[in-house]
């Protein structure tokens, strides 16, 4: 197994504390919700760390890619730690190595992360592009993780292609969706309709057609689904 960049991790830490606003920190911490506290770095002032770290410290492969990722998010103190880690998987310098053998990583990110923020990043702007790219390997997986206990993985497979526009699978949706009609969750109510409005954009008649076959659909999932239309 390859070894993590110690010296990123450590520069990602120092810096993150670097910025920190004891202030902002607590606010951002009852905003989401977090058990994990926050050191108070705005995303602007995040984003722009990330691009001074990661042109400072280039990974060799995607091995280490892997491990610095696992590092900087399992052993994170502080969110924006993990901010950091989903930001490192999308660094444009590592684009080449999006492949499916990077799904194992996102699935962890995803099911550890077990928040809306996390989840959906990398559900939209990581497994989503995977999907597109090579649905072959990543398809089987989604439909798998549409029927999973854990209702993240169910979230990201419901919300996957929400930038696919045309190349929308909508065997895949319907059956993400149809997975978790039935259920009371809200963060799954909520995706159903997010999912179905968007395609809406692309496809407003089948959007309509596959409400009016589904009611049992919640009211929530409904009426964002129908927002535009």
Not at 38 to 45: A, H, I, N, T
Not at 112 to 138: C, F, K, Q, S, Y
Not at 197 to 205: C, E, F, G, I, M
């Amino acid at each position: 197994m390859a070894e993590p960049d110690e010296a990123l991790v450590e520069a990602a830490r120092r810096g993150l504390a670097e910025l920190a606003d004891p202030v902002k920190a607590p606010q951002m911490q009852r905003y989401m919700r977090s058990e994990m506290p926050f050191r108070g770095v705005p995303k602007p002032e995040r984003a722009a760390l990330a691009r001074r770290l990661f042109a400072a410290h280039p990974l060799p492969s995607p091995a280490v890619l892997v491990a610095t990722v696992r590092t900087l998010w399992d052993a994170a103190r502080f969110r924006e730690e993990r901010y950091l880690a989903t930001d490192l998987t999308g660094w444009r310098g590592y684009r080449a190595w999006q492949g499916p053998e990077l799904l194992p990583l996102y699935e962890h990110m995803i099911v550890t992360g077990a928040w809306w923020d996390h989840v959906d990043e990398i559900a939209n702007r990581r497994v989503g592009p995977l999907l597109l790219a090579h649905p072959d390997e990543v398809a089987p997986a989604m439909r798998a993780w549409a029927h999973d206990d854990d209702r993240w993985r169910r979230r990201t497979a419901i919300i996957c292609q929400l930038g696919a526009k045309e190349r929308t699978d909508v065997a895949l949706l319907t059956e993400a969706i149809e997975a978790s009609i039935g259920e009371g969750d809200f963060f799954l109510r909520k995706a159903i309709g997010w999912a179905l409005r968007q395609h809406a954009r692309v496809d407003p008649d089948w959007v309509r057609a596959f409400v009016a076959a589904h009611p049992d659909l919640s009211p929530l999932s409904v009426r964002e689904a129908t927002k535009h239309l």
